[in-house]
């Protein structure tokens, strides 16, 4: 797998992989992952793909800048301009974009922000950031607490995770799974999370990233939603019939009020489909972006 480190227009330096050829696919992974998170389902997509896999800025190998008072550093808006320099370092105009989770948030604020550079777009287990919180219930919240406590105010869900990172780390992928266990996760891939919850630097850039989705994404989202702006692009929404978007009632129903055309298709697993449930996300992907 090919490495490169690209410099964003802000100066941050995003480490993307590359691996096959074909037309270019962009597979964005979410937190507290990786790229690695996408690598069970690769085989079959860069059998006739160029699979681009960059780490978000603040995850993997990727450079992780201090935050701002406004907290727009980790916005997906700003990372979405990374895909952008992504795009133009490696020479490509278009490319398709799927995303999970977080890079769920990014890819569907580049296809809102940037249609000009997207072809087709998946979207893996989120509804929109606004109608997330507009969901919240008694019960999303004790699924979903980790939004409210890593958007709190620094250093305090960082000094908590701080002083047991492994322990917060196998939590929550095990809590977040069918079978309630880290069975599902690479063991070289676990190592790499575990290292990334455990440097302290990263640690405060996946807050931030909470932080910009409570005090910036959501206004930006509910600013498109009310100049009624849409996603053009075909799109896939996969969501795991166990995960997070089917806490939220219909999800799909959702994502149909902010795109014009949308498939949608549920997996039998938890929030990480494609570690849990590779060969069903594969071959979804692979026929849509066929």
Not at 179 to 189: G, I, M, N, V, Y
């Amino acid at each position: 797998m090919k490495r490169h480190d690209i410099l964003a227009d802000d100066g941050t330096r995003i480490a993307v992989r590359e691996i096959g050829s074909g037309p270019p696919l962009v597979l964005l992974h979410g937190f507290p992952q990786n790229h690695r998170c996408w690598l069970p389902v690769v085989p079959v997509l860069a059998a006739t793909r160029r699979c681009i896999l960059p780490d978000l800025r603040g995850y993997g190998d990727s450079d992780a800048p201090a935050d701002d008072a406004d907290h727009t550093v980790y916005s997906k808006r700003r990372m979405a301009r990374d895909l952008v320099a992504v795009l133009d370092a490696l020479g490509l105009d278009r490319a398709d974009v799927a995303g999970h989770d977080r890079g769920a948030r990014v890819a569907y604020r580049f296809a809102l922000d940037h249609p000009d550079r997207l072809n087709r777009l998946a979207i893996l287990e989120v509804i929109p950031t606004v109608a997330f919180w507009d969901a919240w219930s008694a019960d999303l919240a004790q699924k979903a607490y980790h939004w409210n406590m890593l958007a709190q105010p620094a250093p305090f869900p960082e000094r908590l995770i701080g002083a047991d990172p492994t322990f917060w780390l196998d939590w929550t992928l095990s809590a977040w799974t069918l079978t309630r266990s880290l069975a599902p996760f690479d063991a070289e891939a676990m190592t790499s999370y575990r290292a990334q919850a455990a440097d302290p630097e990263r640690l405060t850039a996946m807050c931030a990233d909470y932080r910009a989705g409570f005090h910036t994404d959501r206004g930006i989202d509910a600013a498109d939603r009310a100049a009624g702006r849409k996603i053009a692009a075909p799109m896939l929404f996969l969501w795991a019939q166990h995960g997070f978007p089917a806490s939220t009632g219909d999800p799909a129903a959702i994502w149909r009020d902010w795109a014009d055309r949308v498939i949608d298709s549920p997996v039998p697993s938890g929030h990480f489909a494609m570690e849990e449930a590779p060969q069903k996300v594969a071959a979804a992907l692979d026929a849509f972006f066929d």
